[in-house]
Nanobody
Framework: QVQLVESGGGLVQPGGSLKLSCATS????????MGWYRQAPGKQRELVAA???????NYADSVKGRFTISRDNAKNTVNLHMNSLKPEDTGVYYC????????????WGQGTQVTVSS
């Protein structure tokens, strides 16, 4: 059973900030790049940010400069700091181990809902 537990979502006004967290097992976290995906209503799930075990990061153009992904090696957690949020950032956010842009596991967590609205 793959453990991926997302938290930290909520309702925020445009321009606001949120921090998402994803807890997973050490066996997954320690050897894999990790990524945050977003699924907006009526759209396919997309990768918005990824971080390698080395700490190098990649971002989708739509979030570059506003989102920051980080790893907490002591807690086996990957975080997503989201600033200057826009209504188009609304969606359910999921994490997974990644290989390139491809999610490594077919089993997903419950996700965490982010709603950006005034």
């Amino acid at each position: 059973q793959v453990q991926l537990v997302e938290s930290g979502g909520g309702l925020v006004q445009p321009g606001g900030s949120l921090k998402l967290s994803c807890a997973t097992s050490r066996s997954i976290f320690s050897i894999n790049a990790m990524g945050w995906y977003r699924q907006a209503p009526g759209k396919q799930r997309e990768l918005v940010a990824a971080i390698a075990t080395s700490g190098s990061t990649n971002y989708a153009d739509s979030v570059k400069g506003r989102f920051t992904i980080s790893r907490d090696n002591a807690k086996n957690t990957v975080n997503l700091h989201m600033n200057s949020l826009k209504p188009e950032d609304t969606g359910v956010y999921y994490c997974n181990a990644v290989l390139g842009a491809v999610p490594l596991y077919d089993s997903w967590g419950q996700g965490t809902q982010v709603t950006v609205s005034s």
